[in-house]
């Protein structure tokens, strides 16, 4: 596919799976939206861009990559996503939150194609970190994705893993961090400063790459291109700089984005937004 059609073709994905996203949080009354949004871009070019090896049919199959959303609470994005892409029957975003369903408000490994269970934050990383240093060790050549929230990496275990990560020249490492600068209430610069973040990861032994917009997908591929490349030697750390809520201008970069769903008339007006 040329660059441009794909471009286009990601960008018509992005949109459906935020309009189904917004539908299955809002039938129930309850998720994640601010976080699942920021996100969304990434994981649509993850998932639909040839970035990622797996399978539907076979979600366990060894040489797929490895990836993990360690903010799992932006879980809401990537059930949509692996629905439609058949590792589970689309049917069940209706059961969404109840009882008895798979899809419950954070990652978990009763949903096919979720590697582990997250929502507690800031132990991706350090699993990623362990998967890789075993990969190296058997010669395996699959990547190993974590996505972590900036707010996450609040967490003193995600430096520990930084640490262990740069110390072992964890190549077959990516980690990308949705920084949308804002956590559960409040900007993580009011909270606990995180600046000079891109220095910090630096610091500790790794390649680090920024996106200016991570909501373009342009910007998205020229980070990712050479994430393969054997030449490597540092595990690859990538900032990605997103808003909270995008899309939803009643939760765009709202402190309190995390949890908040839209109800009344911001309903109909986030479904014209979304159209």
Same mark, same amino acid.
């Given at each position: 596919?040329?660059?441009?059609?794909?471009?286009?073709?990601?960008?018509?994905?992005?949109?459906?799976?935020?309009?189904?996203?917004?539908?299955?949080?809002?039938?129930?009354?309850?998720?994640?939206?601010?976080?699942?949004?920021?996100?969304?871009?990434?994981?649509?070019?993850?998932?639909?861009?040839?970035?990622?090896?797996?399978?539907?049919?076979?979600?366990?199959?060894?040489?797929?990559?490895?990836?993990?959303?360690?903010?799992?609470?932006?879980?809401?994005?990537?059930?949509?996503?692996?629905?439609?892409?058949?590792?589970?029957?689309?049917?069940?975003?209706?059961?969404?939150?109840?009882?008895?369903?798979?899809?419950?408000?954070?990652?978990?490994?009763?949903?096919?194609?979720?590697?582990?269970?997250?929502?507690?934050?800031?132990?991706?990383?350090?699993?990623?970190?362990?998967?890789?240093?075993?990969?190296?060790?058997?010669?395996?050549?699959?990547?190993?994705?974590?996505?972590?929230?900036?707010?996450?990496?609040?967490?003193?275990?995600?430096?520990?893993?930084?640490?262990?990560?740069?110390?072992?020249?964890?190549?077959? +490492?990516?980690?990308?961090?949705?920084?949308?600068? +804002?956590?559960?209430?409040?900007?993580?610069?009011?909270?606990?400063?995180?600046?000079?973040?891109?220095?910090?990861?630096?610091?500790?032994?790794?390649?680090?790459?920024?996106?200016?917009?991570?909501?373009?997908?342009?910007?998205?591929?020229?980070?990712?291109?050479?994430?393969?490349?054997?030449?490597?030697?540092?595990?690859?750390?990538?900032?990605?700089?997103?808003?909270?809520?995008?899309?939803?201008?009643?939760?765009?970069?709202?402190?309190?984005?995390?949890?908040?769903?839209?109800?009344?008339?911001?309903?109909?007006?986030?479904?014209?937004?979304?159209?």
């Amino acid at each position: 596919m040329k660059e441009l059609d794909l471009y286009s073709f990601l960008t018509k994905k992005a949109k459906e799976i935020r309009r189904k996203t917004f539908e299955m949080v809002v039938r129930v009354g309850k998720g994640h939206l601010g976080g699942s949004f920021s996100v969304l871009e990434m994981l649509v070019a993850l998932y639909y861009g040839g970035v990622l090896k797996f399978d539907p049919k076979n979600p366990k199959w060894d040489g797929r990559d490895i990836f993990i959303l360690s903010k799992g609470h932006a879980s809401n994005s990537l059930c949509v996503v692996l629905s439609d892409l058949g590792f589970f029957p689309e049917a069940e975003l209706d059961n969404f939150s109840r009882n008895e369903s798979i899809l419950g408000q954070h990652s978990d490994t009763n949903i096919p194609g979720v590697e582990i269970n997250t929502g507690s934050l800031g132990h991706g990383i350090g699993v990623g970190s362990g998967i890789a240093f075993g990969n190296k060790l058997d010669n395996k050549n699959n990547l190993i994705f974590v996505i972590l929230g900036d707010g996450e990496c609040q967490e003193g275990s995600v430096w520990e893993a930084a640490m262990f990560a740069g110390h072992h020249n964890l190549n077959n +490492l990516v980690a990308i961090v949705d920084r949308n600068k +804002l956590g559960s209430e409040d900007f993580t610069e009011n909270t606990s400063r995180l600046e000079p973040f891109l220095g910090k990861w630096n610091d500790f032994g790794w390649e680090v790459k920024t996106i200016n917009d991570g909501h373009s997908f342009p910007e998205i591929f020229e980070v990712l291109k050479n994430c393969r490349d054997p030449k490597r030697t540092k595990p690859l750390m990538i900032i990605s700089n997103t808003i909270k809520g995008k899309g939803l201008s009643c939760l765009e970069n709202f402190p309190r984005a995390h949890h908040t769903v839209p109800r009344g008339e911001e309903i109909e007006a986030s479904r014209k937004e979304l159209s």
